[in-house]
């Protein structure tokens, strides 16, 4: 989900020719409070959507199972996610 969002490979090299993992690359971006740049048009989310998308990968990631959310639990989520994105559509050809 980070891969998408993100539009990187899960390891690459960082700027400094290091592997990165894109899970740390993300964690260390927001604890720095730098923003994020998301891979224009993912599926014509909105920004909101997007951020919404990125939550649900950093739950999807963490390190103990019960903090992880179902995988039934992501499929509705994302489901949730993706009508909005339709509510959407729909608004702008009103």
């Known amino acids: 989900m980070l891969a998408l969002l993100l539009g ?3 390891v690459f090299a960082g700027s400094n020719g290091y592997h990165c993992n894109i899970l740390d690359y993300v964690k260390d971006l927001q604890e720095r409070g730098e923003p994020l740049e ?3 048009g993912v599926n014509d989310m909105m920004p909101g959507q997007m ?3 990125l939550d649900l990968a950093l ?3 963490q390190g103990r199972s019960e903090d992880r959310p179902k995988m039934i639990l992501v499929a509705k989520e994302i489901k949730i996610i993706e009508k909005g994105s339709h509510d959407c559509s729909e608004d702008d050809q009103i």
Do not use: T, Y
């Open 8 to 10: 990187r490979a899960a």
């Open 38 to 40: 998301f891979v224009g």
């Open 51 to 53: 951020n919404m998308f």
């Open 59 to 61: 739950r999807c990631c």
